[in-house]
């Protein structure tokens, strides 16, 4: 299980855990800004390392606007062709109601227990 951190100018932290084919991404901040490309990057590199599957651990994000929305609902799409999942974890009460509001907690599977979002994997 390896540890990666990457930061941008927008203060955002991201920690990668690798568990079998599943990447943990723990993000840490507002996802606002360049901070939303900060995140495509690290799933594209998660990507092609081969992580078949992605949990976005929301916890620590207070804000993300509509940019990294889209860069999340892009990246769904892209691992969907791919037969590859991508979840959410445990999104702090603001993001669930921008999911809820925009509807788009119909479109991502979201989680609020680790183990559980880990074993839908299985």
Avoid: C, W
């Amino acid at each position: 299980m390896g540890i990666n951190t990457v930061a941008s100018e927008n203060k955002i932290a991201i920690i990668v855990n690798r568990e079998k084919n599943i990447s943990i991404l723990r993000i840490n901040g507002k996802i606002i800004g360049e901070a939303s490309n900060t995140l495509k990057h690290e799933i594209d590199e998660q990507k092609r390392n081969g992580a078949g599957n992605i949990i976005l651990d929301l916890s620590a994000v207070p804000l993300m606007d509509s940019t990294a929305l889209g860069k999340i609902i892009k990246a769904l799409a892209s691992l969907k062709k791919e037969g590859m999942r991508l979840v959410l974890l445990n999104p702090q009460e603001a993001v669930s109601n921008v999911l809820r509001i925009t509807r788009l907690d119909t479109i991502f599977e979201v989680y609020y227990d680790e183990q559980k979002a880990i074993s839908t994997f299985d």
